[in-house]
């Protein structure tokens, strides 16, 4: 009886399912051993060096604006290091920067202005539809390359200096004794946030009052302002550009290649991210905001209490992806001269003669990067998806 | 989704029946101290911005690289002797808008007439220019034509919906062959993909990466929700890798790097790399976006289709895939925008795209150098246009879907 | 030899393997990276042992003239953007002193000087190209030395001896390496002229300002525009792009000179028929100059008296070039196709060059006082 039911083998399920286990596996296996033994042949035939023991000879090619003091007699990993930095200084001022700009553009389309929230539709509109590399070029070589002459120099007020030379801001720079000032910093920011969530707990637990407020805004100024008497008084010195010669000297200088790639970026990215924001806001219900009013909550009180926590949680996770993107379109860099890990990889590949395994080491990094970051706010957004439900 | 928030919002905004412009404008500029200060200071701002914008259009650019390079722009290389057979690919697209038109109507009708209108325009362009020969005025106006006729004739019962369908599908591989030609063809002579430039390029890589990447994202989908750990282990694998790197990379690995693990006489197209590269990375996104769908078709479908005896083929084919797919078009039409902005990223590997020729034309004369502003808001404008109307074209097929209101 | 090839293949492998084990998990990283990557990493490793057996014979020679055959095009890496040497014409075709070798080789191996694809390259991509062997000639203005014949392929033979030197703007008032302390320099990135520059400054304790682009119109372009003090490069590429700028006489090439710089076209390594055919025809091409040979006269010198050309253009009975697969004709339609050294030379820079003026100085034949000297032809 039984025999006469059985389904047939093809038809049964768990045999079909591992099946089409093994033959998927056979498939990538297969191909990669293809891959794998055409690589071994093209390496034999071409006596390729794989090893990674070019990364501690010196290095030799110069590296245009790097992050950290380089010289052509570092080694290779140094310079791989440099290029890695670079990436990671425009992609965390970027974001920074994008998120700000970001913010205020979704604040203005949403704003009861008419005319502003047209402006800011027109921001967005014009910057998601066309190519970043377009804009790369825009910003690069018909503005920043196009500067007047250091002679002519456009000064903005700070003073702000603009040239082809790069832009020159006023900057506050420690002193010697500054970094007593700021580790003061720090550990203010960090005790406040301790004291903040230690406090507030033990709050909810016992129901006690624990002034988490005032203390943890305490702690956030009485450090720094030891630090400040500890280090003699002016920890820190405003570094002022001037015109000297045919140069401007002191100032915070940033490369016509670092500006243009971080203003293309920051504006692309931002009008992205203002769509975020926007239907973050938007997704807010209703309700919500009747109920804020109905309490006589301010309209500032209401936006920083009732709709920013709740809208975060919309707004996290598409957050994420675009500042990935940010991080991963900062490899354009390539296309204006300003070197960060993609383009020093390349000059690597081609003055070490290692094609595999530096381009396998940049991969790498920005595989490596891209998980961290996704790891670090996934983390976050879990945190925020809970606390608030 | 967002999108579509606005666009219901804004169709409540006009009160039933508005008071007047006045109390408009005091509600909507000047309403508190705060929002007037913004308006004025957004008025100032926005009215120097756009006169001068406006100056500099008419009086201080200069537009020739733009005016002198049409063709150039257009296909790049591409022999000109050889140009008819683009022609004959774009009267095949003609005929089937026509087709289309008075079969589906709707956007396709928005579609072919402002297609129609802008060659009908190209064509009766009262300048005389060395690209603008009498046979190309007379092509360009026979585009439009094509159109009407071919909507005329779609009204007669011989071309089914079903034809049409048909003819949308053999019209990718029959404009490649017609551009491409065949090996040792009198008439249709091999043109070498090197020869391919300027919107060509990026429409063959646009399009060709869009039709390619779908399936294979879909099925990575798939993959990576399947409940078999080896096929999710490897689509995973393969998407968190590929979403991992920037494009450029992959680009990279396709056009240098690959070389060293294939046979050492196997020798791939560079164009073709380049696509395969875009595929690649655009799967692995869409893959994402599809599986974003999956994840919202509740269970109860899945199940209630089992209980119909539906096989597990079945239940994805027709249950699960339609609905999720259907979720995510906003998404999908987000990711094809997006991809065919990246596709300039090609230029850098040498493939001479749009923005290639663009970039050519700039370095190829000092004197054009200077007008690189204009070349580049030309391009610009040429992708702001294609990628805006995809999107219009989204919100539109998302009202049509009756997506979130289901 | 062969296994230290696998076992760094294997250790790659698992690189990826763990990077790729990485990737998927959002949280839970640590456990699966271990255990998943050991066993692939064994079964590559036994993948090398497998395949070691059969390799030897598989890695035959011949291999890159054998494709080229096959194929019926010769694939160059070259420039697109330095007149002179490898540039564009307004229809878009390759002109320059760089793509004429390649053709001339197209014309002596496939018997067609067009049949010939040019793959547009940038200086920082010269060397992936040759390791990977993507393309199988490259004639891009390529400084030989020691090092990157070691690493990067097999370097044919010095077609045009250069240096490096500088470009300033005449009112700069920059006249020595001194005078650029400070300078902000313009340099294309994955050259000689890139270290060259680094090492010298250094030497001389100045310090400059790296601007560094992958495309050689940037360079200029950027230079041009006086984001850049100072442009450097080999002097024949400074003297090519100076014609192109916006006002020539408004810049100045440095009489200084930095280094030695000798042009060689490059083939991947691991085919030594296809580096000797390559090389044969350059020899053809100088020697064609030094014995009167020419593009017009070529027919005709395949009855000469002189022996020599009589073997040089395959019309004695000694020629010896049939074991490269080479017919007899080859090297004569080498010269029929683009001319000899002296004509390639004159027709992009000579007196009435298509493109710029250069004195020929050390790109004389060694007989008339220069370096450019080939093999005897017997």
Same mark, same amino acid.
């Given at each position: 009886?039984?025999?006469?039911?059985?389904?047939?083998?093809?038809?049964?399920?768990?045999?079909?399912?591992?099946?089409?286990?093994?033959?998927?596996?056979?498939?990538?296996?297969?191909?990669?051993?293809?891959?794998?033994?055409?690589?071994?042949?093209?390496?034999?035939?071409?006596?390729?060096?794989?090893?990674?023991?070019?990364?501690?000879?010196?290095?030799?090619?110069?590296?245009?604006?790097?992050?950290?003091?380089?010289?052509?007699?570092?080694?290779?990993?140094?310079?791989?290091?440099?290029?890695?930095?670079?990436?990671?200084?425009?992609?965390?001022?970027?974001?920074?920067?994008?998120?700000?700009?970001?913010?205020?553009?979704?604040?203005? $389309?949403?704003?009861?202005?008419?005319?502003?929230?047209?402006?800011?539709?027109?921001?967005?509109?014009?910057?998601?539809?066309?190519?970043?590399?377009?804009?790369?070029?825009?910003?690069?070589?018909?503005?920043?390359?196009?500067?007047?002459?250091?002679?002519?120099?456009?000064?903005?007020?700070?003073?702000?200096?603009?040239?082809?030379?790069?832009?020159?801001?006023?900057?506050?720079?420690?002193?010697?004794?500054?970094?007593?000032?700021?580790?003061?910093?720090?550990?203010?920011?960090?005790?406040?946030?301790?004291?903040?969530?230690?406090?507030?707990?033990?709050?909810?637990?016992?129901?006690?009052?624990?002034?988490?407020?005032?203390?943890?805004?305490?702690?956030?100024?009485?450090?720094?302002?030891?630090?400040?008497?500890?280090?003699?008084?002016?920890?820190?010195?405003?570094?002022?550009?001037?015109?000297? +010669?045919?140069?401007?000297?002191?100032?915070?200088?940033?490369?016509?290649?670092?500006?243009?790639?971080?203003?293309?970026?920051?504006?692309?990215?931002?009008?992205?991210?203002?769509?975020?924001?926007?239907?973050?806001?938007?997704?807010?219900?209703? +309700?919500?905001?009747?109920?804020?009013?109905?309490?006589?909550?301010?309209?500032?009180?209401?936006?920083?209490?009732?709709?920013?926590?709740?809208?975060?949680?919309?707004?996290?996770?598409?957050?994420?992806?675009?500042?990935?993107?940010?991080?991963?379109?900062?490899?354009?860099?390539?296309?204006?001269?300003?070197?960060?890990?993609?383009?020093?990889?390349?000059?690597?590949?081609?003055?070490?003669? $290692?094609?595999?395994?530096?381009?396998?080491?940049?991969?790498?990094?920005?595989?490596?990067?891209?998980?961290?970051?996704?790891?670090?706010?996934?983390?976050?957004?879990?945190?925020?998806?809970?606390?608030?439900? | 989704?967002?999108?579509?928030?606005?666009?219901?919002?804004?169709?409540?905004?006009?009160?039933?029946?508005?008071?007047?412009?006045?109390?408009?404008?005091?509600?909507?500029?000047?309403?508190?101290?705060?929002?007037?200060?913004?308006?004025?200071?957004?008025?100032?701002?926005?009215?120097?911005?756009?006169?001068?914008?406006?100056?500099?259009?008419?009086?201080?650019?200069?537009?020739?690289?733009?005016?002198?390079?049409?063709?150039?722009?257009?296909?790049?290389?591409?022999?000109?002797?050889?140009?008819?057979?683009?022609?004959?690919?774009?009267?095949?697209?003609?005929?089937?808008?026509?087709?289309?038109?008075?079969?589906?109507?709707?956007?396709?009708?928005?579609?072919?007439?402002?297609?129609?209108?802008?060659?009908?325009?190209?064509?009766? &362009?009262?300048?005389?220019?060395?690209?603008?020969?009498?046979?190309?005025?007379?092509?360009?106006?026979?585009?439009?034509?094509?159109?009407?006729?071919?909507?005329?004739?779609?009204?007669?019962?011989?071309?089914?919906?079903?034809?049409?369908?048909?003819?949308?599908?053999?019209?990718?591989?029959?404009?490649?062959? &017609?551009?491409?030609?065949?090996?040792?063809?009198?008439?249709?002579?091999?043109?070498?993909?090197?020869?391919?430039?300027?919107?060509?390029?990026?429409?063959?890589?646009?399009?060709?990466?869009?039709?390619?990447?779908?399936?294979?994202?879909?099925?990575?989908?798939?993959?990576?929700?399947?409940?078999?750990?080896?096929?999710?282990?490897?689509?995973?694998?393969?998407?968190?890798?590929?979403?991992?790197?920037?494009?450029?990379?992959?680009?990279?690995?396709?056009?240098?790097?690959?070389?060293?693990?294939?046979?050492?006489?196997?020798?791939?197209?560079?164009?073709?790399?380049?696509?395969?590269?875009?595929?690649?990375?655009?799967?692995?996104?869409?893959?994402?976006?599809?599986?974003?769908?999956?994840?919202?078709?509740?269970?109860?479908?899945?199940?209630?289709?089992?209980? &119909?005896?539906?096989?597990?083929?079945?239940?994805?084919?027709?249950?699960?895939?339609?609905?999720?797919?259907?979720?995510?078009?906003?998404?999908?039409?987000?990711?094809?925008?997006?991809?065919?902005?990246?596709?300039?990223?090609?230029?850098?590997?040498?493939?001479?795209?749009?923005?290639?020729?663009?970039?050519?034309?700039?370095?190829?004369?000092?004197?054009?150098?200077?007008?690189?502003?204009?070349?580049?808001?030309?391009?610009?404008?040429?992708?702001?246009?294609?990628?805006?109307?995809?999107?219009?074209?989204?919100?539109?097929?998302?009202?049509?879907?009756?997506?979130?209101?289901? | 030899?062969?296994?230290?090839?696998?076992?760094?293949?294997?250790?790659?492998?698992?690189? =990826?393997?763990?990077?790729?084990?990485?990737?998927?998990?959002?949280?839970?990283? !640590?456990?699966?990276?271990?255990?998943?990557? !050991?066993?692939?990493?064994?079964?590559?490793?036994?993948?090398?042992?497998?395949?070691?057996?059969?390799?030897?014979?598989?890695?035959?020679?011949?291999?890159?003239?054998?494709?080229?055959?096959?194929?019926?095009?010769?694939?160059?890496?070259?420039?697109?953007?330095?007149?002179?040497?490898?540039?564009?014409?307004?229809?878009?075709?390759?002109?320059?002193?760089?793509?004429?070798?390649?053709?001339?080789?197209?014309?002596?191996?496939?018997?067609?000087? *067009?049949?010939? !694809?040019?793959?547009?390259?940038?200086?920082?991509?010269?060397?992936?190209?040759?390791?990977?062997?993507?393309?199988?000639?490259?004639?891009?203005?390529?400084?030989?030395?020691?090092?990157?014949?070691?690493?990067?392929?097999?370097?044919?033979?010095?077609?045009?001896?250069?240096?490096?030197?500088?470009?300033?703007?005449?009112?700069?008032?920059?006249?020595?390496?001194?005078?650029?302390?400070?300078?902000?320099?313009?340099?294309?990135?994955?050259?000689?002229?890139? =270290?060259?520059?680094?090492?010298?400054?250094?030497?001389?304790?100045?310090?400059?300002?790296?601007?560094?682009?992958?495309? *050689?119109?940037?360079?200029?372009?950027?230079?041009?525009?006086?984001?850049?003090?100072?442009?450097?490069?080999?002097?024949?590429?400074?003297?090519?792009?100076?014609?192109?700028?916006?006002?020539?006489?408004?810049?100045?090439?440095?009489?200084?000179?930095?280094?030695?710089?000798?042009?060689?076209?490059?083939?991947?390594?691991?085919?030594?028929?296809?580096?000797?055919?390559?090389?044969?025809?350059?020899?053809?091409?100088?020697?064609?100059? !030094?014995?009167?040979?020419?593009?017009?006269?070529? @027919?005709?010198?395949? =009855?000469?008296?002189?022996?020599?050309?009589?073997?040089?253009?395959?019309?004695?009975?000694?020629?010896?070039?049939?074991?490269?697969?080479?017919?007899?004709?080859?090297?004569?339609?080498?010269?029929?196709?683009?001319?000899?050294?002296?004509?390639?030379?004159?027709?992009?820079?000579?007196?009435?060059?298509?493109?710029?003026?250069?004195?020929?100085?050390?790109? @004389?034949?060694?007989?008339?006082?220069?370096?450019?000297?080939?093999?005897?032809?017997?």
């Amino acid at each position: 009886m039984s025999k006469v039911k059985q389904i047939p083998f093809y038809r049964d399920e768990r045999y079909l399912s591992a099946a089409a286990q093994v033959v998927s596996g056979l498939l990538v296996v297969a191909l990669l051993w293809w891959l794998g033994v055409n690589f071994v042949r093209a390496a034999e035939a071409r006596n390729l060096s794989l090893s990674f023991g070019f990364l501690d000879r010196p290095a030799g090619f110069p590296i245009s604006d790097p992050a950290i003091p380089y010289t052509t007699n570092d080694s290779f990993g140094y310079a791989f290091l440099v290029g890695v930095l670079n990436t990671l200084r425009v992609a965390v001022a970027g974001v920074v920067a994008a998120t700000v700009l970001g913010t205020m553009v979704a604040l203005a $389309r949403l704003s009861s202005n008419w005319l502003l929230s047209k402006i800011a539709l027109a921001f967005i509109e014009f910057h998601r539809n066309i190519p970043l590399l377009v804009l790369l070029f825009i910003w690069y070589f018909t503005v920043f390359r196009e500067l007047p002459a250091v002679g002519e120099s456009i000064v903005l007020p700070g003073p702000i200096y603009l040239n082809q030379r790069g832009v020159y801001f006023t900057w506050p720079r420690l002193i010697e004794t500054g970094w007593v000032f700021a580790a003061g910093l720090v550990l203010g920011i960090l005790a406040s946030i301790a004291l903040w969530n230690i406090l507030r707990a033990r709050r909810e637990l016992t129901g006690k009052k624990t002034y988490f407020v005032e203390v943890s805004i305490a702690a956030l100024f009485v450090f720094p302002l030891v630090g400040w008497i500890l280090s003699g008084g002016e920890p820190f010195r405003f570094d002022v550009p001037s015109l000297q +010669g045919f140069n401007i000297r002191g100032g915070l200088r940033l490369t016509p290649e670092f500006a243009g790639l971080f203003v293309a970026l920051v504006t692309y990215t931002a009008a992205f991210i203002a769509e975020v924001v926007r239907s973050g806001i938007q997704a807010v219900d209703r +309700g919500q905001l009747e109920a804020a009013r109905a309490l006589g909550l301010s309209g500032f009180h209401m936006m920083s209490f009732v709709v920013f926590p709740q809208a975060l949680r919309v707004i996290i996770p598409p957050m994420i992806s675009q500042y990935l993107n940010l991080t991963k379109n900062t490899s354009l860099a390539l296309a204006i001269g300003y070197q960060e890990l993609f383009s020093v990889g390349k000059i690597a590949i081609n003055q070490a003669g $290692r094609a595999v395994p530096v381009f396998l080491m940049v991969m790498a990094v920005y595989l490596m990067i891209s998980l961290i970051t996704a790891l670090v706010l996934n983390l976050y957004n879990r945190r925020i998806q809970f606390v608030t439900r | 989704m967002a999108e579509t928030l606005t666009q219901q919002q804004d169709s409540y905004l006009p009160p039933p029946a508005p008071p007047g412009a006045i109390k408009w404008i005091r509600d909507n500029l000047f309403k508190g101290w705060l929002n007037t200060l913004l308006t004025l200071i957004s008025a100032v701002g926005l009215y120097f911005a756009i006169s001068r914008s406006l100056i500099w259009f008419f009086a201080q650019a200069d537009w020739t690289p733009i005016i002198n390079f049409p063709i150039l722009f257009s296909v790049g290389q591409y022999p000109r002797e050889e140009l008819w057979r683009i022609g004959g690919v774009l009267s095949a697209l003609a005929l089937l808008l026509g087709f289309s038109w008075s079969h589906w109507g709707g956007l396709l009708r928005g579609v072919s007439l402002y297609a129609g209108a802008m060659f009908l325009v190209l064509g009766a &362009l009262p300048v005389s220019h060395p690209a603008l020969t009498p046979s190309m005025r007379v092509f360009l106006i026979s585009l439009p034509a094509t159109i009407l006729l071919a909507f005329w004739i779609g009204r007669w019962r011989f071309v089914s919906k079903r034809m049409v369908m048909a003819l949308w599908l053999v019209y990718p591989f029959f404009s490649l062959l &017609l551009i491409r030609g065949l090996a040792g063809s009198a008439v249709l002579e091999l043109v070498s993909t090197t020869l391919w430039g300027g919107l060509l390029v990026t429409f063959v890589l646009s399009i060709g990466g869009i039709v390619i990447c779908f399936p294979i994202g879909v099925a990575l989908a798939l993959g990576r929700r399947s409940k078999l750990p080896v096929v999710s282990a490897i689509s995973t694998f393969f998407i968190e890798t590929i979403r991992g790197v920037p494009l450029i990379t992959l680009l990279f690995l396709f056009s240098v790097v690959l070389a060293l693990f294939l046979p050492p006489d196997a020798r791939l197209d560079r164009l073709l790399r380049a696509l395969i590269a875009m595929t690649i990375f655009s799967a692995a996104y869409m893959a994402e976006n599809v599986r974003g769908g999956l994840q919202a078709i509740p269970p109860g479908q899945e199940e209630a289709a089992k209980a &119909l005896g539906m096989n597990g083929v079945q239940i994805t084919a027709l249950i699960v895939l339609p609905q999720a797919l259907r979720i995510v078009i906003p998404t999908i039409v987000g990711q094809f925008i997006t991809l065919f902005k990246d596709t300039t990223l090609v230029y850098i590997v040498g493939v001479n795209d749009f923005l290639g020729i663009g970039r050519s034309i700039v370095n190829s004369n000092p004197a054009y150098l200077q007008a690189q502003l204009e070349v580049y808001l030309f391009i610009a404008a040429i992708y702001w246009i294609f990628s805006y109307l995809m999107s219009l074209a989204s919100r539109r097929l998302e009202t049509s879907l009756g997506v979130g209101k289901r | 030899m062969s296994k230290k090839h696998y076992f760094s293949f294997a250790t790659l492998v698992l690189f =990826s393997l763990i990077l790729a084990a990485c990737a998927p998990a959002g949280g839970a990283t !640590e456990a699966p990276a271990d255990t998943g990557a !050991e066993p692939p990493a064994a079964t590559s490793a036994d993948t090398g042992a497998d395949t070691g057996e059969v390799a030897p014979q598989v890695a035959a020679q011949g291999e890159i003239l054998q494709r080229v055959l096959d194929r019926g095009t010769l694939v160059c890496g070259v420039h697109t953007e330095l007149p002179g040497f490898g540039y564009l014409d307004e229809a878009g075709n390759n002109l320059g002193f760089d793509i004429d070798l390649c053709r001339a080789v197209a014309a002596a191996v496939l018997g067609d000087p *067009t049949a010939t !694809e040019f793959v547009p390259i940038t200086a920082a991509d010269r060397g992936p190209v040759l390791q990977t062997a993507e393309v199988d000639l490259v004639p891009r203005n390529m400084t030989w030395t020691a090092k990157r014949d070691a690493e990067w392929g097999n370097f044919t033979i010095v077609m045009f001896y250069d240096g490096q030197g500088f470009m300033v703007r005449a009112d700069s008032g920059i006249q020595s390496l001194e005078d650029m302390n400070g300078a902000a320099i313009c340099v294309t990135s994955g050259t000689t002229t890139e =270290s060259n520059l680094a090492n010298v400054f250094a030497d001389a304790g100045l310090e400059y300002e790296a601007v560094i682009f992958e495309e *050689t119109g940037v360079v200029y372009s950027t230079y041009d525009e006086g984001r850049c003090d100072v442009a450097t490069s080999d002097k024949s590429q400074l003297a090519a792009v100076r014609t192109g700028l916006a006002n020539p006489d408004d810049h100045v090439i440095l009489d200084v000179t930095i280094s030695k710089e000798p042009l060689t076209p490059a083939v991947p390594h691991g085919d030594d028929t296809w580096f000797d055919t390559v090389k044969i025809v350059m020899y053809a091409l100088i020697n064609a100059e !030094e014995l009167g040979v020419t593009q017009a006269n070529v @027919e005709e010198m395949k =009855s000469s008296e002189n022996g020599a050309i009589r073997t040089l253009l395959g019309a004695g009975d000694d020629w010896g070039y049939t074991q490269l697969g080479l017919d007899a004709d080859a090297l004569a339609r080498a010269i029929a196709a683009v001319g000899n050294y002296g004509e390639i030379y004159n027709r992009y820079m000579g007196p009435d060059g298509l493109s710029f003026t250069l004195p020929r100085a050390l790109n @004389e034949l060694w007989s008339n006082g220069g370096l450019i000297y080939a093999p005897p032809v017997r």
